[in-house]
């Protein structure tokens, strides 16, 4: 392993008054390294840091971001602009009193591109700015300003890990035990010199680190060894790396590097897809560095056909379509991932010049449908991302870990020998109709051939299920924001929004009104948790109706009504915010009209009608109600008889005797709401199976002579002679009977036609009734009082005897005449006026009955 040795020559220590260093001279010596990390030809490693599993950044994989010292210190290997501290290698006082520190700080154990920017505690000063001897002008302070008490203090000279360096000329003139031959041939290093000055340095030596561009890597493009941050020809640098894997480069798939690394210099919205920029210590495990590297594009590398090859997190167009001719062995199938192995939420950390290079969170990123699926319950996955240095690129990372996860469908099994051709990593479109596939798309994960049974040469491999919108660039509004000392105020509570709508609950057919609540917050970062209540509006104490998170809340069971809905937050430490109100707000999944009836359609086969209809879906639905008309033209709602009075939900069909004239249906809620329109269908009389023989009666129009009881005829037209009692009723009964001559089965209906006539008096507003919303037309145009509101009617009934009319006879009760079949010789009819409004009568202009058989 590499090291910095270092090896104590001489220490002194000064009483009251002498500089606060002490003089330590170290050599330095480089022993090389070489390793190999050896893995099964054609298996896929799968080095996907971006699992379910701890992380394996450890604290190595950070490298050394403040100065360390000791006796052997790992070498420190820089990929991409990170900003670090070094292994302190060299200390050495001079001058009167001690008044010069003399400090070697080696920052990497390699050649680096420069050094960008220079770190004193919190302060910091350009490489540009330091002048040509080393001195420190200026620096800028964390709050911006610009102090220059680092004047002719501080000394810093560079060495930048060339293999031809010379030895610092500075320190070999001023430090006697550094000599010319302490070249630290490819080892980059900062020199540092500092004048004590109590005032200056109250709290001692300053901790002096560098933003620094680091190694510089072989691009398999140009064929250029040059600095670079893609974490493609990073991966390629560490696997040829003495310090590294140390394999030879003729074992590197360079056609794969190519391709991963133009996929990470692609760029969006200006910056490049994926960058590699961190530091680690050769005390790091291949393993850990190879996982930890293939993070920062989100990658796969694997060892397969003599060759180590790699491929970012990026859509390949598929390679090959695989169907039920390529199986030669069952599929197993794994259709979930475990619960330990399966996450919602990823959330991580990243360090970065936007964290002032503090190990910071980036935003977590979760999915509010991948939550709903996994029954509410958050699963989170830590995914630190050490070689990541920026907020949008971890969120990037961390959003194709999320969607790659979720695609949990894997197979295994043998495949013919077309297959020979794919390797790990490429993607494949798999047909089979057992399992509903159609050009399901998966990747290889793993993949191995050898003979099967009867040496049936074959290919096994593992897929996993993919798909093109895991990697696609979808900004989902969370930004970043950089945590600077602008803390929240522990008593601040952020408030709330609240919105409610009201919705039914069914079970066992019983429909529930209830109210879903959604709380909601602008931000809700420090929300801890919310509290939810409601009461009537006209009720003077709120219940509690949750405490919990964001989202919905339901208020169940509730009568239709006007209810006060209120919530607030709760932060972290328990505080609890300012009511947000919601009032007033009507909760009735009832309210309003239901659903008109559709598909109304009748078959008439022998003496029956069978009516149908499509079934409403309304989930308030209560019934529908049937009527009929003896009429083939004019039938409406209010000039029509029910005949069925209540069809009850799920029912959509009803049988009747079979009769010609108009049927009507029309759909009622549970709040006795019905609907706008009414469903009608007509049956002629020509479509009904013949009777041989048909007697009618006399028309009783427009005399009306037979026997009146609380009826008069006015202008040819039968009415109800008006009372004062609210519910006028009047009764017709015809003056003769229909004799059949022998008793049998006949079809007995009444006819009758009429309108609605007001005969209160002065027609005022008063008078008409129902609200506005129950009148037909448009109110500015609406002038007729015979419009019909279903407030009058008409019923024609029947009595049989199986008697001689002629005689004394025995005649049966009443029953409507409405087209059933009924045993008799002869029949008698009478009509019966209704009204339910005082001031209105149905004025009958049509009125007879017929007996067929």
Known sequence: MAVFTALSVAVAT???????????????????????????????????????????????????????????????????????????????????????????????????QSFDRIYINDSYIDFGDIAGDGNIPSVVDPDG?????????????FGYGTPTQPANAALVSESPNWTAQHTLSGIAYMYVRLAFDADVFPNGIPTITAEVKG????????TTTVWSDNPALCLRDYLTSKYGVNEDADNIDDTLVTAAANVCDQTISGLARYTCNGAFTTGSTPYDLLQSVLTSMGGTMWYAQGKWRMKPAYWTTPVMDLNEDDFRSSVGVSTRHSRRDN???????????ETNWQVTDYPQVTNAAFVTVDGGQESVVDVNLAFTDNSIEARRLARVALEANRQQLMISASFGLRTLALQVGDNVRVTNTRFGWVNKEFTVMSWSFGLADEYDLQVNMILQETAESIFDEVDDGIVYDRDNTN??????????????????????????????????????????????????????????????????????????????????????????????????????????????????????????????????????????????????????????TTIIKKVARPASSATLPARSGTFLIRSYDKEGNFSVDVSTIVVLASELPSMGQTEFTADQEPTFTGTKTNAIVVSSALEIDITTSSSPTGEYFFPSYIDVDTVRSCIVTGFRTFTRKFDGGTLLWDNIPQDFDTWPDLFDTWTTETTAFGDTGVTVFVSATYDDPSGTPSWGSYLPANGASIMGRAFRFK?????SNAKYTPSLTELNASVAY
């Open 14 to 112: 000064y009483g009251a008054g002498a500089s606060f260093f002490s003089a330590v001279g170290v050599f330095i010596s480089s022993a090389g390294f070489t390793g190999q990390l050896l893995l099964s030809a054609a298996t896929s490693l799968v080095l996907n840091a971006l699992t379910p599993k701890p992380s394996a950044s450890g604290g190595a994989n950070r490298g050394y971001q403040v100065n360390s010292r000791g006796a052997a210190l790992d070498h420190q290997i820089i990929y991409g602009k990170v900003r670090v501290g070094g292994a302190i290698v060299y200390d050495d006082a001079t001058g009167v009193n001690n008044k010069f520190l003399h400090r070697i700080i080696a920052v990497a154990g390699h050649e680096v």
């Open 145 to 157: 300003s610009t102090s220059t008490r680092y004047n002719d203090k501080i000394r810093i000279q």
């Open 215 to 222: 190694k510089k890597v072989y691009d398999p493009r140009t």
């Open 343 to 353: 996450f919602n939420v990823v959330k991580g950390t990243f360090r970065g010049a």
């Open 487 to 640: 803390l929240p105020n522990p008593f601040f509570v952020e408030g709330v929004g609240i919105s409610a709508v009201a919705s039914v609950q069914i079970s066992n057919q019983k429909v529930s009104n209830i109210a879903l609540v959604n709380i909601t917050a602008t931000d809700g970062v420090y929300i801890d948790s919310v509290n939810v209540e409601y009461k009537l509006s006209s009720g003077s104490i709120y219940k509690a109706l949750g405490t919990g998170t964001l989202g919905f809340y339901e208020a169940v069971n509730l009568e239709p009504n006007f209810y006060d809905f209120r919530a607030r937050a709760i932060n972290i430490f328990g505080v609890k915010g300012e009511w947000t109100y919601l009032l007033n707000k009507e909760i009735n999944a009832f309210a309003g009209d239901p659903s008109d009836v559709s598909g109304f359609d009748i078959e008439i086969s022998g003496g029956t009608t069978f009516l149908s209809w499509e079934p409403i879906s309304d989930p308030d639905l209560s019934h529908y109600e049937i009527k009929h008309n003896s009429n083939t033209s004019g039938a409406n709602w209010g000039n029509s």
């Open 831 to 835: 009509a019966e006026l209704n009204s």
